[in-house]
C-alpha cells in the first residue's frame, strides 16, 4: 500500500469527481493521503477533506507565492487549528523566486517562511518545504534558525544530489514525485539514485506533474506506481520495496500509523 506524501485534492481541478476520486484510492493501492494546503482556503478545504476522509490527514501552510494571505486573523487560525490531531505538518511553506524577482517581496517570503518554521517548532509538528530557484537563501535561512532540530521534507526536490545531501545531512526527507519519469529530468534521477533510501517520500503534488505515460493529464495519486517503478527501476530494486520503505519513512515522519498495526 502506498503513502502519498503531497497532494492538492482541494484543488478545483478536482471539483467534478473529487468523491469519486478519493473513495477509489484504497481499492487501488493508496493508503494515506496527506493533503497540503497552499494557500488559505486551500488550508480550510484540507481541514475539510481530512473530516471527511478517514485515510486523509492535513498539513496547513502558506506557499511563498501566497503569503499575501497571512494577517493577523489567518495566523490565529493556524496556530488553532496545529492543534488538531489530524494536522500532521506545516507546509507548504518556503520559499519561490521563480514568480518573485523583486527583492522586496523576496525577504517577505524569507519572514514568512522563518514564521511557519517556528510555528512547527512550537507545536512539535514536522514542516513540508516549497523551494524553487532559491536553494542558496533556502539552506542559508535553514542554517540560521537550525532547521535541523525541526524534522521535514523538501518537497518536489528540484536541485542537485549534492544539494540534497546537504539536507539528508540536516535529518530531512527528499519528496521525488513525476518529474523522476521525464526523460530529460537528469538531476532527479541523480537524486533519487543517491539518497538513502530511508530519506526518501513519494509524492506527486497532484493535479499538477502528472508522470509519464501520462504527463501533461491531470495528476493524481493513482499514478504514484508509475513514480516508484521509475526510483525502483534507478536504484536496481523493485517497485514493492520502494513503496514500502517510503510508506516507513512517511509513517515516522508525519507520525501517521496504518491501520491494523
Ligand atoms: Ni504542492
Known amino acids: 500500500m502506498i503513502f502519498e506524501s503531497h497532494a492538492h485534492y482541494d484543488d478545483a481541478q478536482f471539483d ?6 478519493l473513495t477509489s484510492m484504497k481499492e487501488n493501492g493508496i493508503e494515506t493521503i496527506i493533503n497540503v494546503g497552499s494557500d488559505f482556503r486551500g488550508c480550510e478545504k484540507t481541514v475539510e477533506l481530512m473530516n471527511k476522509y478517514d485515510f486523509i490527514y492535513g498539513a496547513i501552510g502558506i506557499h511563498p507565492s501566497d503569503i499575501g494571505d497571512l494577517n493577523d486573523d489567518t495566523c490565529r487560525w493556524l496556530e488553532e487549528k496545529s492543534t488538531l490531531e489530524k494536522i500532521v505538518a506545516i507546509g507548504e511553506i518556503g520559499l519561490d523566486y521563480y514568480w518573485d524577482k523583486e527583492e522586496e517581496v523576496q525577504k517577505a517570503q524569507r519572514e514568512w517562511f522563518e514564521w511557519q518554521m517556528k510555528l512547527a517548532k512550537m507545536e512539535g509538528l514536522p514542516v513540508i518545504i516549497h523551494s524553487r530557484d532559491a536553494a542558496e537563501d533556502t539552506l542559508k535561512l535553514m542554517k540560521g534558525i537550525h532547521a ?10 528540484s536541485y542537485s544530489k549534492e544539494m540534497a545531501a546537504e539536507y539528508v545531512k540536516m535529518g530531512y526527507y527528499i519528496g521525488i514525485g513525476g518529474v523522476v519519469t521525464f526523460k530529460n529530468a537528469k ?5 533519487a ?3 538513502p ?3 526518501i517520500l513519494l509524492e506527486t503534488d497532484c493535479p499538477y ?4 505515460p501520462n504527463r501533461g493529464t491531470r495528476n493524481s495519486s493513482l499514478n504514484l506506481p508509475y513514480v516508484a517503478a521509475e526510483i525502483a527501476h534507478i536504484r536496481g530494486i523493485t517497485p514493492e520495496e520502494v513503496i514500502e520503505a517510503t510508506r ?3 509513517q515516522r515522519l508525519f507520525g501517521v500509523k496504518a491501520e491494523k498495526e
Not at 148 to 157: A, D, K, N, Q, Y
Not at 209 to 212: D, M, Q
Open 148 to 157: 535541523e532540530e525541526i524534522p521535514g521534507v523538501i518537497h518536489c526536490f
Open 248 to 250: 516507513r519513512n512517511a
Open 209 to 212: 506533474l502528472a508522470p509519464e
Open 187 to 191: 538531476k532527479v534521477k541523480e537524486v
Open 193 to 195: 539514485a543517491t539518497v
Open 16 to 21: 467534478n469527481d473529487r468523491e469519486e476520486l
Open 197 to 199: 533510501m530511508e530519506r
